[in-house]
């Protein structure tokens, strides 16, 4: 596991696009893993930028989004996919076609892991997935459990997350109680992740991930058995480690 300290937001986002940037340069038709949440906007901001300045192409890339909340329509403006089309999709030459999100739509839970992970393995698997990280540790919508979901599945999300997210939404109430969410294994199956992480409250969730026990009460912590991790994080999330 390599850990780059950013100064701030701004830097750590430039340093995060960097990482994509190299995995798309290197392999032009790879698969990105993709997140939302406020940690990714601006390295999808800086991602932008440079596909503007004829120095990223995007349209031999495929990507699989971590998850989605259960419920919510491609349309309405809270969920992923209007997430994911609004900060990145649409300002780069990426085929939408080859854009791929668990269907929130999908009443049936068990059908749509079963067959989001078959999209994932079709696509050959994820070579970089962007991870960011819940206050609770969480990674993709895998909340803190007594055991490590596997695939792709449905999840009722945890009060704090609720509480958490609620900002995106008009309230708290209005914020879905369940969403679909790649699970640890098929996170973990990803040749490359990349963790970002910003601010004093990521703080204890990133050194109970980094540094605590491997447990599936902080589902970040398996990020310790994987091969390949590189984790961008400011000054402030690093704030408890002795860098
Ligand atoms: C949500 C998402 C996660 C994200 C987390 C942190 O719960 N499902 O993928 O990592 O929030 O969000 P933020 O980056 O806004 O702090």
Known sequence: MRIYKATDYNDMSRKAANVISAQVTMKPDCVLGLATGSSPIGTYKQLIEWHREGLLDFSQVHTANLDEYKGLTK???????????????????????????PDGTNPDG????????????????????????????????????????????????????????????ASADD???????????????????????????????????????????????ILQLHQDVVVVADEAALSKFNL
């Not at 349309?75 to 780069?92: A, C, E, T």
């Not at 994820?126 to 895998?142: A, C, E, K, T």
């Not at 369940?178 to 969730?205: C, F, H, N, V, W």
């Open 75 to 101: 349309d309405n403006d809270q969920s992923y996919y209007y997430f994911m089309y609004h900060n990145f999709f649409k300002d780069i030459n990426i085929d939408m076609a080859n854009t791929n999100i």
């Open 110 to 169: 068990e059908a749509e892991g079963a067959r989001y992970d078959q999209v994932v393995r079709d696509l050959g698997g994820v070579d970089l997935q962007l991870l960011g990280l819940g206050r609770n540790g969480h990674i993709g919508f895998n909340e803190p459990d007594e055991v490590f979901p596997k695939g792709t599945h449905c999840v009722d999300l945890q009060e704090s997350t609720i509480e958490a997210n609620k900002r995106f939404f």
């Open 175 to 221: 914020v879905p109680k369940q969403a679909y969410s790649m699970g640890i294994q098929t996170i973990m199956m990803a040749r490359k992740i990349l963790l970002i992480a910003s601010g004093e409250d990521k703080a204890e969730a990133l050194y109970n991930s980094l540094c605590g026990p491997i447990t599936p009460h902080v589902p970040g912590s």
